[in-house]
């Protein structure tokens, strides 16, 4: 079984490349200790090595399920810790809330580690362990292992563009895209907002200009729930409300006299 059990991981690597290989990084000469540790659990009790077994794969399934919720939760702006809303800088998630961070070093730039003795050790990257000791990487490759006892500040030294092109992609996320032609909102001075519900929840679609309203109520036509291009959400009451309509487009259509 045991042959079979790491013969089938070695057919696995040869399918799978590189891959593979970087994930064996952290099992790295202890492929030996596996085997003699499965091979005593085999020897006083088969039931006990499939139970092992269960258990492992039982705790994978838990950590994808944690690793799953806090990629959603950041995603919303929350904290994986407390479900807070964050607050969001151009490379940093801070939540007031329990103090939670979360930052990106420069992928241009450089990180420094500044001892206390004034001395100063540049890398690509760093990594705070739980182990007291700040890792210093550069090209992928491990530079530096420094006690925390040590350090007295780390500088992340972002170059001018990397800061520009983040503020201009900040820009545009926070505009938000064309719900027809995904085109960036952001140079964008007026914009058609329309609300409609295809189903029983209303969604908020925005367009950088009539003519990409004009396509997209011709591509989902005025069959959708009653009529929601022609009627005011205001004075209608036909699915659950995420919006109170108050920016809608065809209010101000109605007034104008044009619909």
Not at 100 to 128: M, Q, R, Y
Not at 159 to 175: D, F, G, Y
Request: aromatic share 8%; hydrophobic share 35%; with cysteine.
């Amino acid at each position: 079984m045991l042959k079979s059990f790491f013969n089938k991981k070695d057919a696995d690597s040869e399918m799978n490349g590189d891959s593979i290989r970087d994930r064996q990084i952290v099992i790295e000469g202890q492929t030996e200790e596996a085997e003699e540790a499965m091979s005593l659990l085999a020897q006083n009790d088969q039931a006990e090595l499939d139970d092992t077994l269960i258990e492992i794969n039982q705790t994978l399934k838990d950590a994808a399920r944690t690793s799953l919720r806090d990629i959603r939760l950041m995603e919303e702006g929350r904290c994986p810790t407390c479900g807070q809303k964050t607050n969001q800088f151009l490379f940093t998630s801070v939540c007031a809330h329990c103090g939670w961070f979360s930052f990106i070093s420069p992928e241009e730039g450089k990180s420094i580690i500044h001892l206390k003795n004034n001395e100063a050790i540049e890398c690509g990257t760093t990594f705070d362990t739980k182990g007291d000791y700040i890792l210093g990487i550069t090209d992928g490759v491990v530079r530096a292992k420094v006690s925390k006892q040590n350090v007295d500040y780390i500088e992340f030294a972002w170059t001018e563009e990397e800061i520009s092109r983040k503020k201009q992609v900040r820009v545009r996320e926070q505009a938000g895209t064309c719900s027809w032609c995904e085109k960036s909102l952001a140079e964008v001075e007026e914009t058609v907002i329309v609300y409609s519900a295809f189903a029983n929840l209303q969604e908020r679609f925005v367009f950088c200009t009539e003519k990409c309203n004009e396509s997209f109520q011709k591509q989902y036509p005025i069959r959708v729930h009653k009529n929601c291009y022609h009627r005011s959400c205001l004075d209608c009451d036909l699915c659950v409300k995420k919006f109170s309509g108050e920016d809608e487009t065809v209010l101000i259509k109605l007034e104008e006299g044009t619909i």
